[in-house]
Protein backbone atom coordinates (compact mmCIF):
# COMPACT_ATOMS: atom_id res chain seq x y z
CA UNK A 1 0.00 0.00 0.00
CA UNK A 2 0.90 3.14 -0.73
CA UNK A 3 1.63 5.31 2.68
CA UNK A 4 1.10 8.09 1.20
CA UNK A 5 -2.35 7.54 -0.08
CA UNK A 6 -2.31 5.52 3.11
CA UNK A 7 -2.17 8.85 5.23
CA UNK A 8 -4.15 11.16 2.62
CA UNK A 9 -7.19 8.70 3.33
CA UNK A 10 -7.05 8.57 6.62
CA UNK A 11 -6.85 12.45 6.71
CA UNK A 12 -9.98 12.63 4.96
CA UNK A 13 -11.80 10.01 7.42
CA UNK A 14 -10.95 12.47 10.05
CA UNK A 15 -12.25 15.28 8.41
CA UNK A 16 -15.80 13.39 6.45
CA UNK A 17 -16.03 11.13 9.16
CA UNK A 18 -19.23 8.22 8.74
CA UNK A 19 -21.98 10.84 10.86
CA UNK A 20 -20.83 13.20 8.30
CA UNK A 21 -21.09 11.44 5.60
CA UNK A 22 -24.60 9.33 6.50
CA UNK A 23 -25.85 12.95 7.39
CA UNK A 24 -25.09 14.31 3.60
CA UNK A 25 -26.63 11.02 2.44
CA UNK A 26 -24.60 8.66 1.74
CA UNK A 27 -26.01 5.33 1.46
CA UNK A 28 -24.46 2.97 5.06
CA UNK A 29 -23.62 0.45 2.08
CA UNK A 30 -21.82 3.00 0.26
CA UNK A 31 -19.35 3.94 3.38
CA UNK A 32 -18.17 0.57 3.73
CA UNK A 33 -17.30 0.03 0.44
CA UNK A 34 -15.05 3.93 0.65
CA UNK A 35 -13.85 1.94 3.86
CA UNK A 36 -12.46 -0.96 2.44
CA UNK A 37 -11.72 0.32 -1.09
CA UNK A 38 -9.66 3.39 0.84
CA UNK A 39 -8.02 0.16 2.99
CA UNK A 40 -7.27 -1.18 0.04
CA UNK A 41 -4.96 1.69 -0.89
CA UNK A 42 -6.92 2.89 -3.45
CA UNK A 43 -7.80 7.25 -3.48
CA UNK A 44 -10.80 8.41 -1.73
CA UNK A 45 -11.90 10.13 -5.19
CA UNK A 46 -11.35 7.64 -6.75
CA UNK A 47 -13.51 4.99 -4.93
CA UNK A 48 -15.76 7.93 -3.68
CA UNK A 49 -16.42 8.84 -7.77
CA UNK A 50 -16.90 4.80 -8.78
CA UNK A 51 -19.72 4.64 -6.35
CA UNK A 52 -21.23 7.52 -7.36
CA UNK A 53 -20.55 6.37 -11.08
CA UNK A 54 -22.82 3.26 -9.96
CA UNK A 55 -25.29 4.76 -8.61
CA UNK A 56 -25.70 7.07 -11.55
CA UNK A 57 -26.26 3.67 -13.30
CA UNK A 58 -28.52 2.78 -10.77
CA UNK A 59 -30.46 5.64 -11.11
CA UNK A 60 -30.50 5.57 -15.06
CA UNK A 61 -31.83 1.63 -15.19
CA UNK A 62 -34.62 2.70 -12.69
CA UNK A 63 -35.57 5.52 -14.90
CA UNK A 64 -35.60 3.82 -18.08
CA UNK A 65 -38.14 1.01 -16.38
CA UNK A 66 -40.51 3.72 -15.06
CA UNK A 67 -39.43 3.19 -11.54
CA UNK A 68 -39.23 7.24 -10.61
CA UNK A 69 -38.81 6.88 -6.84
CA UNK A 70 -35.81 4.00 -7.14
CA UNK A 71 -34.49 6.20 -9.79
CA UNK A 72 -34.33 9.96 -7.48
CA UNK A 73 -32.91 7.74 -4.82
CA UNK A 74 -30.24 6.62 -6.51
CA UNK A 75 -29.15 9.77 -7.85
CA UNK A 76 -29.44 11.32 -4.39
CA UNK A 77 -27.35 8.52 -3.62
CA UNK A 78 -24.80 9.20 -5.98
CA UNK A 79 -24.69 12.59 -5.42
CA UNK A 80 -23.85 12.46 -2.18
CA UNK A 81 -20.71 9.97 -3.40
CA UNK A 82 -19.62 13.00 -5.95
CA UNK A 83 -20.01 15.60 -3.05
CA UNK A 84 -17.56 13.47 -1.07
CA UNK A 85 -14.96 12.89 -3.87
CA UNK A 86 -14.83 16.54 -4.69
CA UNK A 87 -14.39 17.02 -0.54
CA UNK A 88 -10.92 15.54 -1.16
CA UNK A 89 -9.35 18.72 -3.14
CA UNK A 90 -9.50 21.91 -1.01
CA UNK A 91 -8.69 24.12 -3.90
CA UNK A 92 -10.14 24.83 -7.42
CA UNK A 93 -8.28 22.39 -9.86
CA UNK A 94 -9.64 20.77 -12.58
CA UNK A 95 -10.12 17.27 -11.00
CA UNK A 96 -12.38 19.23 -8.10
CA UNK A 97 -14.31 21.03 -10.66
CA UNK A 98 -15.06 18.14 -12.74
CA UNK A 99 -16.17 16.24 -9.63
CA UNK A 100 -18.19 19.04 -8.40
CA UNK A 101 -19.93 18.55 -11.80
CA UNK A 102 -20.75 15.07 -12.15
CA UNK A 103 -22.70 16.14 -8.05
CA UNK A 104 -24.41 18.81 -9.96
CA UNK A 105 -25.60 16.22 -12.69
CA UNK A 106 -26.65 14.04 -10.25
CA UNK A 107 -28.71 16.28 -7.99
CA UNK A 108 -30.40 17.40 -11.50
CA UNK A 109 -31.04 13.83 -12.09
CA UNK A 110 -32.82 13.54 -8.72
CA UNK A 111 -34.60 17.02 -9.68
CA UNK A 112 -35.71 15.08 -12.42
CA UNK A 113 -37.66 12.86 -10.55
CA UNK A 114 -38.30 14.89 -7.28
CA UNK A 115 -41.55 14.03 -5.73
CA UNK A 116 -41.54 18.02 -4.82
CA UNK A 117 -40.83 20.58 -8.02
CA UNK A 118 -37.35 21.21 -8.00
CA UNK A 119 -35.40 23.51 -9.98
CA UNK A 120 -31.69 25.24 -10.09
CA UNK A 121 -31.55 28.85 -9.55
CA UNK A 122 -29.11 31.46 -10.53
CA UNK A 123 -29.52 34.69 -9.18
CA UNK A 124 -27.35 37.45 -10.40
CA UNK A 125 -25.12 38.71 -8.03
CA UNK A 126 -22.13 41.19 -8.33
CA UNK A 127 -20.36 40.89 -11.51
CA UNK A 128 -21.36 36.60 -11.68
CA UNK A 129 -24.45 34.87 -10.08
CA UNK A 130 -25.05 32.41 -7.41
CA UNK A 131 -26.37 29.13 -7.45
CA UNK A 132 -28.89 26.38 -5.96
CA UNK A 133 -31.90 24.70 -5.92
CA UNK A 134 -35.50 25.79 -4.78
CA UNK A 135 -37.93 23.33 -3.62
CA UNK A 136 -41.39 24.18 -3.53
CA UNK A 137 -44.54 21.93 -2.48
CA UNK A 138 -47.91 23.36 -3.37
CA UNK A 139 -49.11 26.27 -1.49
CA UNK A 140 -45.95 26.76 0.59
CA UNK A 141 -46.45 28.15 4.40
CA UNK A 142 -42.87 30.06 3.77
CA UNK A 143 -39.31 29.79 2.66
CA UNK A 144 -35.84 28.47 4.57
CA UNK A 145 -32.94 29.56 2.45
CA UNK A 146 -30.34 26.53 3.72
CA UNK A 147 -26.41 27.41 3.35
CA UNK A 148 -23.29 26.01 4.93
CA UNK A 149 -20.04 27.23 5.32
CA UNK A 150 -16.47 26.69 3.36
CA UNK A 151 -16.66 22.54 2.43
CA UNK A 152 -20.80 21.56 2.32
CA UNK A 153 -22.60 23.39 0.28
CA UNK A 154 -26.34 23.67 -1.66
CA UNK A 155 -28.15 20.08 -2.29
CA UNK A 156 -25.40 18.66 0.53
CA UNK A 157 -28.28 19.83 2.86
CA UNK A 158 -31.25 17.74 0.63
CA UNK A 159 -31.55 15.68 4.09
CA UNK A 160 -32.62 19.09 5.99
CA UNK A 161 -35.12 19.85 2.96
CA UNK A 162 -36.92 16.26 3.67
CA UNK A 163 -37.52 17.82 6.99
CA UNK A 164 -38.86 21.02 6.43
CA UNK A 165 -40.90 19.90 3.59
CA UNK A 166 -42.89 17.75 5.46
CA UNK A 167 -43.75 20.59 7.22
CA UNK A 168 -45.18 22.03 4.36
CA UNK A 169 -42.08 25.03 4.09
CA UNK A 170 -40.31 25.64 0.75
CA UNK A 171 -36.51 25.07 0.81
CA UNK A 172 -33.89 27.12 -1.54
CA UNK A 173 -30.24 24.99 -1.11
CA UNK A 174 -28.30 28.01 -1.25
CA UNK A 175 -24.38 28.37 -2.77
CA UNK A 176 -23.19 31.56 -1.44
CA UNK A 177 -20.21 33.66 -1.76
CA UNK A 178 -17.18 31.12 -1.76
CA UNK A 179 -19.42 28.37 -2.54
CA UNK A 180 -20.20 25.83 -4.82
CA UNK A 181 -20.91 26.48 -8.39
CA UNK A 182 -21.15 30.74 -7.13
CA UNK A 183 -17.05 30.14 -6.35
CA UNK A 184 -16.13 27.30 -9.16
CA UNK A 185 -18.45 28.46 -11.65
CA UNK A 186 -19.21 32.71 -11.69
CA UNK A 187 -16.47 33.41 -9.79
CA UNK A 188 -18.14 35.07 -6.61
CA UNK A 189 -15.56 34.50 -3.50
CA UNK A 190 -16.08 35.14 -0.27
CA UNK A 191 -14.78 39.58 -0.73
CA UNK A 192 -18.12 40.67 -1.37
CA UNK A 193 -21.03 41.81 1.43
CA UNK A 194 -22.42 38.17 2.11
CA UNK A 195 -25.66 39.08 4.05
CA UNK A 196 -26.48 41.55 0.54
CA UNK A 197 -25.82 37.95 -1.17
CA UNK A 198 -27.82 35.70 0.97
CA UNK A 199 -30.13 38.59 0.91
CA UNK A 200 -30.82 37.69 -2.57
CA UNK A 201 -31.84 33.89 -1.36
CA UNK A 202 -34.39 35.59 0.99
CA UNK A 203 -35.81 38.20 -1.79
CA UNK A 204 -36.23 35.10 -4.27
CA UNK A 205 -37.96 33.71 -1.71
CA UNK A 206 -40.61 36.57 -0.32
CA UNK A 207 -43.38 35.93 -2.55
CA UNK A 208 -44.11 32.64 -1.30
CA UNK A 209 -44.39 34.37 2.66
CA UNK A 210 -41.79 34.89 5.52
CA UNK A 211 -38.68 33.38 5.18
CA UNK A 212 -36.15 31.82 7.52
CA UNK A 213 -32.36 31.27 7.07
CA UNK A 214 -30.62 28.47 8.36
CA UNK A 215 -26.66 28.15 8.15
CA UNK A 216 -24.72 25.48 9.25
CA UNK A 217 -20.54 25.88 10.22
CA UNK A 218 -19.36 29.03 9.36
CA UNK A 219 -22.36 29.79 7.43
CA UNK A 220 -24.27 30.15 10.47
CA UNK A 221 -22.51 33.23 10.50
CA UNK A 222 -23.41 34.48 7.10
CA UNK A 223 -26.97 33.53 8.55
CA UNK A 224 -26.67 35.69 11.65
CA UNK A 225 -25.35 38.51 9.29
CA UNK A 226 -28.29 38.58 6.95
CA UNK A 227 -30.76 38.03 9.77
CA UNK A 228 -29.43 41.30 11.54
CA UNK A 229 -29.33 43.25 7.81
CA UNK A 230 -31.88 41.82 6.32
CA UNK A 231 -35.39 43.29 7.29
CA UNK A 232 -37.02 39.99 5.06
CA UNK A 233 -35.86 37.38 7.32
CA UNK A 234 -38.53 35.92 9.86
CA UNK A 235 -36.22 33.26 11.39
CA UNK A 236 -32.53 32.55 11.93
CA UNK A 237 -31.24 29.19 12.93
CA UNK A 238 -26.91 29.00 13.69
CA UNK A 239 -25.67 25.37 13.67
CA UNK A 240 -22.04 25.28 15.23
CA UNK A 241 -20.27 28.67 14.13
CA UNK A 242 -17.81 31.16 14.87
CA UNK A 243 -19.30 34.81 15.74
CA UNK A 244 -15.59 35.96 15.76
CA UNK A 245 -13.93 33.38 12.92
CA UNK A 246 -10.47 32.69 12.47
CA UNK A 247 -8.10 30.54 11.12
CA UNK A 248 -7.57 27.25 13.16
CA UNK A 249 -4.59 24.85 13.10
CA UNK A 250 -6.36 22.68 10.82
CA UNK A 251 -4.46 22.44 7.12
CA UNK A 252 -7.94 21.64 5.72
CA UNK A 253 -9.46 24.44 6.91
CA UNK A 254 -6.77 27.16 6.31
CA UNK A 255 -7.05 25.61 2.89
CA UNK A 256 -10.78 25.45 2.62
CA UNK A 257 -10.83 29.37 4.21
CA UNK A 258 -8.59 30.57 1.48
CA UNK A 259 -10.18 28.64 -1.46
CA UNK A 260 -13.48 30.25 -0.65
CA UNK A 261 -11.46 33.98 -0.22
CA UNK A 262 -9.21 32.83 -4.09
CA UNK A 263 -5.96 33.42 -2.43
CA UNK A 264 -2.98 31.81 -0.83
CA UNK A 265 -2.62 34.13 1.98
CA UNK A 266 -3.14 33.93 5.52
CA UNK A 267 -2.93 37.82 6.22
CA UNK A 268 -5.78 38.08 3.47
CA UNK A 269 -7.94 35.44 4.89
CA UNK A 270 -7.48 37.09 8.73
CA UNK A 271 -8.61 40.50 7.27
CA UNK A 272 -11.56 39.33 5.44
CA UNK A 273 -12.51 37.02 8.72
CA UNK A 274 -12.00 40.00 10.88
CA UNK A 275 -14.51 41.79 8.63
CA UNK A 276 -17.04 39.44 8.82
CA UNK A 277 -16.99 39.45 12.85
CA UNK A 278 -20.77 39.62 14.09
CA UNK A 279 -20.20 41.86 17.01
CA UNK A 280 -23.37 42.41 19.54
CA UNK A 281 -22.94 45.10 19.99
CA UNK A 282 -22.74 46.48 16.55
CA UNK A 283 -25.63 43.76 15.75
CA UNK A 284 -28.90 43.03 16.59
CA UNK A 285 -31.11 40.07 15.57
CA UNK A 286 -34.54 41.28 15.82
CA UNK A 287 -36.02 38.04 14.24
CA UNK A 288 -36.45 34.99 16.63
CA UNK A 289 -33.40 32.72 16.91
CA UNK A 290 -32.22 29.20 17.48
CA UNK A 291 -28.70 28.42 17.75
CA UNK A 292 -28.02 24.81 17.57
CA UNK A 293 -24.67 23.63 19.23
CA UNK A 294 -22.74 20.29 19.75
CA UNK A 295 -20.99 19.82 23.17
CA UNK A 296 -18.39 17.50 21.72
CA UNK A 297 -17.66 19.85 18.77
CA UNK A 298 -13.41 19.81 18.27
CA UNK A 299 -13.65 23.42 16.22
CA UNK A 300 -16.43 25.55 17.77
CA UNK A 301 -16.89 26.20 21.71
CA UNK A 302 -19.95 27.65 23.11
CA UNK A 303 -18.33 30.83 23.91
CA UNK A 304 -17.70 31.31 20.23
CA UNK A 305 -21.64 31.29 19.78
CA UNK A 306 -22.36 33.08 22.47
CA UNK A 307 -22.54 36.50 20.59
CA UNK A 308 -25.16 35.94 18.70
CA UNK A 309 -27.94 34.88 21.55
CA UNK A 310 -26.27 38.33 23.17
CA UNK A 311 -27.80 40.20 19.67
CA UNK A 312 -31.68 38.70 19.65
CA UNK A 313 -34.46 39.19 22.46
CA UNK A 314 -35.57 36.13 21.69
CA UNK A 315 -33.21 33.49 21.40
CA UNK A 316 -33.62 30.09 21.99
CA UNK A 317 -30.19 27.83 22.88
CA UNK A 318 -30.67 23.78 22.18
CA UNK A 319 -27.21 21.39 22.95
CA UNK A 320 -26.28 17.62 22.61
CA UNK A 321 -24.14 17.02 25.13
CA UNK A 322 -21.90 14.84 23.16
CA UNK A 323 -23.30 16.73 19.76
CA UNK A 324 -20.37 17.03 17.28
CA UNK A 325 -19.18 20.01 14.92
CA UNK A 326 -23.03 21.02 13.31
CA UNK A 327 -24.32 17.78 15.68
CA UNK A 328 -23.58 15.24 12.59
CA UNK A 329 -24.51 12.53 15.11
CA UNK A 330 -27.86 12.92 15.71
CA UNK A 331 -28.80 14.44 12.84
CA UNK A 332 -32.42 13.13 12.11
CA UNK A 333 -33.38 14.59 16.35
CA UNK A 334 -31.43 18.32 15.01
CA UNK A 335 -33.38 18.26 11.65
CA UNK A 336 -36.54 17.38 13.93
CA UNK A 337 -36.12 20.53 16.18
CA UNK A 338 -35.34 23.03 13.61
CA UNK A 339 -37.70 21.98 11.04
CA UNK A 340 -40.29 22.57 13.72
CA UNK A 341 -39.22 25.65 15.16
CA UNK A 342 -39.08 26.95 11.54
CA UNK A 343 -42.26 25.61 10.85
CA UNK A 344 -43.81 27.63 13.87
CA UNK A 345 -41.95 30.78 13.49
CA UNK A 346 -42.67 31.18 10.45
CA UNK A 347 -46.41 30.42 10.98
CA UNK A 348 -46.45 32.87 13.70
CA UNK A 349 -44.66 35.27 11.47
CA UNK A 350 -47.72 34.55 8.89
CA UNK A 351 -50.24 35.06 11.74
Known amino acids: MNADVSATNEAHWRAMGVTRLLDAGMRYDDVLALRAGTDAGWAWDDVAEELGAARTAEAETAARAGRTTTAYE ?18 DTDRKRALYARFDGAVAGAAAHSPVPMHRVEPAFDAGA ?5 LRPASPRGTVVVFGGQSGWGATYLRYADALLARGLAVIL ?21 AAAFGVFVDLATPDGPV ?7 GGLFAALTAARHPGVAACCVNGAFAAPRLLDFRTFSEQAKAMLGTTDDDAVTANFARLRFD ?25 QQPFLDAADDATLRIWDDGEHTVYNHADE ?14 GARA
Open 74 to 91: SHRAAAACFLFAQMAFNF
Open 130 to 134: LTGWH
Open 174 to 194: AEGPGQGDARLVHGVHLDVDV
Open 212 to 218: GVWGNSV
Open 280 to 304: PNAESIPCPLLVLHGGADPLVQLAD
Open 334 to 347: RNAVAADWFAERLE
